[in-house]
């Protein structure tokens, strides 16, 4: 199993500003994930966090809305860019390990909101 | 695309019964896993049980089983022996068994479930 962690935990940010969440990993992980939970709603992909390469985006999402890093195995970064209050949404990494793809491990999220 | 969908965004039950929470997906794969997450107030998902397409018998898992209909596309969870720290919103999840999507997971809606004393 893995845990993973996730900074900041919350935060209050004013429109037009960009965010930086941070996702950590106690092991590595082959495949890391990044998912918007809006308020009351179910998760929703992101994007895949590829180690050393650009992000790949589901539809819906583009990466300069949403630039993702990914430096290692054990770490990734979701930048939200240029928030409006829709923004507002709890942001989850995942990861899961080589072999075991069918495992996913989620980290306790970021709740945003945008004012 | 795959979709899923929980059709109780909320249910009841009181401490010590059973409840089941209903799940249907649809998907033209054949090779697929679905999944049972439990989000309590403190957001952290935790996997609660976990099933292969590929396999006929029901999973389960201590106080958790699934009930997997294969043909009715149906994957329902019951949890026997409710308890207080059952409270949260459950997730039913799909994720395809290979391919560019594997390790992608599509969430239903949720169902908000609350346990009485």
């Known amino acids: 199993s893995a845990v993973i962690s996730q900074k900041p935990s919350r935060d209050i940010c004013q429109r037009g500003t960009s965010l930086t969440i941070q996702c950590q990993v106690d092991?590595?992980?082959?495949?890391m994930f990044w998912y918007r939970q809006q308020p009351g709603q179910s998760l929703t992909l992101i994007a895949t966090a590829n180690q050393g390469s650009e992000a790949t985006y589901e539809s819906g999402f583009v990466i300069d809305k949403f630039p993702i890093s990914r430096p290692n195995l054990t770490f990734s970064t979701l930048t939200v860019s240029n928030m409006s209050p829709e923004d507002s949404s709890i942001y989850l990494c995942?990861?899961?390990?080589?072999?075991?793809?069918?495992?996913?491990?989620f980290g306790p999220g970021t709740r945003l909101t945008v004012l | 695309a795959q979709t899923v969908t929980q059709s109780q965004p909320e249910m009841s039950v009181q401490e010590a019964e059973t409840v089941t929470l209903s799940c249907t997906y649809d998907?033209?794969?054949?090779?697929?896993?679905l999944f049972w997450y439990k989000q309590p107030p403190s957001r952290q998902m935790i996997l609660v049980i976990r099933q292969e397409a590929y396999k006929q018998q029901n999973a389960t898992e201590n106080r958790f089983s699934v009930n997997f209909q294969k043909a009715a596309k149906s994957f329902s969870l019951k949890i026997s022996d409710s308890q207080l720290g059952d409270t949260a919103m459950y997730f039913c999840a799909f994720m395809k068994g290979g391919g560019t999507s594997y390790g992608k997971l599509t969430f239903g809606q949720g169902t908000i479930l609350t346990v009485h004393p």
């Open positions: 998907t033209s794969e054949s090779n697929y896993y």
């Open positions: 092991s590595q992980v082959t495949m």
């Open positions: 995942s990861g899961s390990t080589s072999g075991n793809y069918n495992e996913q491990f």
